[in-house]
Every structure is written in structure tokens, then in C-alpha cells.
């Protein structure tokens, strides 16, 4: 059996480290892409796309994202389609990912003053100037916060990946732990390496909400 050095299983898992951060960029970049469309639609107010959001929202925050994640690799199986678990993966986190955003992005719009959409119309404003120019700017400030938080929850949301096979920080430590027999050790260090991630971002979503609510309160 190869030995492995505490050296050798901490560059195994900082090399894993890489995938789990590319897979949490891809997810929120591509989450942000799918949202940005939905979020106009919903703002519009047509009667059946409300519908069919409040449908896609509740089927993506409603199901386990393990579920998602089984289906998107096993299920566009059954049309003889062969995904790669990267891909698998990759899609399934963006539309988890889009649900959550189209929320936040709804819920900041809404914050705002309608009177803001009134003094907009009053000066001749179209509907896209006004989303553009007077509620994109300050929705955008309230959003911030949540969308920082909720990037703690897909990093810690790629973990699941490795159920379909892809080799992130969680899947590494379980080989690793197979050739080793080490697992406090080795996932002592993953956990570390979540830490890592999570906690800088948890403590910024934490400081932009205190920010913004003393800066509403002046």
C-alpha cells in the first residue's frame, strides 16, 4: 500500500480545494445568468410566467439538492445522453443556485418605496429605465448581504457532488481516508478547508448587513 505523508494529503486536498471553488463559481456565475431573465419576468407581473416561477422556485428549493444532483447525472441518462459528473454537477448547482437569487432579487426589488416606481413614471421613465437607472442601483445594495450569505451555502452545497462521483474537497478526503486509514486527520483537514472558505465570507455578509442598516438609519 502507497504511503502517503501529512505533505502528500494536504496538496491531494488543496488540489481537490480547486474543483470545489470552480464548481461554487460556476454555480453562482451561471445562477446569476439563469436569474437575471427569470427576475425580469417576474417583475412584469404576467399572470401564467408568475405561475410557472412560483413553480420552478418551489420545485428547486423544495427537493433536496442531492436529489437534483441524482437526477441531473442519472436521469438525462435515460435519454441516452452521457453527462460528465462535472456537468452533472455544474447544472444542477445553477438552477439550485438561480431559485435562491430570483428570491433574493425579487424580495430587494420589493423593498423598495413604490413611490420610487411613481416619481420614475411621473417623469416620463419607461419601465426599463426606471429598473435600470432608479431600482437596479439600490435593490442591487439590499441584495448584497444575502447574496454573500447564500454563497456560504452553495460552497458547503458542493460537497454533495461527490454522491455523483466528481472530485471535490469532500470526495478527495474519502479516497484519501480509503489509502490512509487517517480519518480524523484527513478530515480534520477538510473541514478545515470549508472553514476556510466559509467563514471570510460569512463574517463580509455579516459586516455588509450591519453597514447598510446603519447607513438607512442616517
Known amino acids: 500500500m502507497a504511503t502517503f505523508t501529512d505533505w502528500d494529503i494536504v496538496r491531494n486536498l488543496l488540489l481537490a480545494l480547486r474543483w470545489t ?35 420552478y422556485i418551489e420545485l428547486f428549493q423544495g427537493t433536496p439538492l442531492l436529489m437534483q444532483l441524482f437526477l441531473a447525472f442519472f436521469g438525462v441518462a435515460l435519454f441516452g445522453i452521457d453527462v460528465s459528473p462535472w456537468t452533472a454537477a455544474s447544472l444542477a448547482l445553477t438552477l439550485y443556485t438561480s431559485a435562491f437569487l430570483l428570491d433574493i432579487g425579487y424580495g430587494s426589488v420589493r423593498a423598495l ?63 484519501l481516508n480509503n489509502v490512509t486509514l487517517q480519518p480524523f486527520k484527513v478530515f480534520g483537514l477538510v473541514a478545515l478547508g470549508y472553514f476556510l472558505l466559509c467563514y471570510p465570507l460569512s463574517r463580509y455578509s455579516q459586516y455588509l448587513e450591519r453597514k447598510f442598516n446603519a447607513a438607512d438609519h442616517h
Open 21 to 55: 471553488v470552480l464548481l461554487s463559481l460556476t454555480a453562482f456565475c451561471g445562477g446569476t445568468l439563469v436569474t437575471l431573465p427569470l427576475l425580469l419576468v417576474r417583475l412584469s407581473r404576467r399572470r401564467w410566467p408568475q405561475r410557472l416561477l412560483r413553480a
Open 113 to 175: 418605496p413604490k413611490g420610487q416606481w411613481e416619481a420614475a413614471r411621473c417623469l416620463g421613465l419607461s419601465f426599463g429605465q426606471t429598473l435600470y437607472r432608479v431600482v437596479a442601483p439600490q435593490a442591487l445594495r439590499i441584495a448584497i448581504a444575502p447574496t454573500v450569505g447564500f454563497a456560504v451555502q452553495v460552497i458547503k452545497g458542493t460537497a454533495l457532488a461527490s454522491i455523483i462521483g466528481f472530485v471535490e474537497l469532500t470526495k478527495a478526503g474519502t479516497i
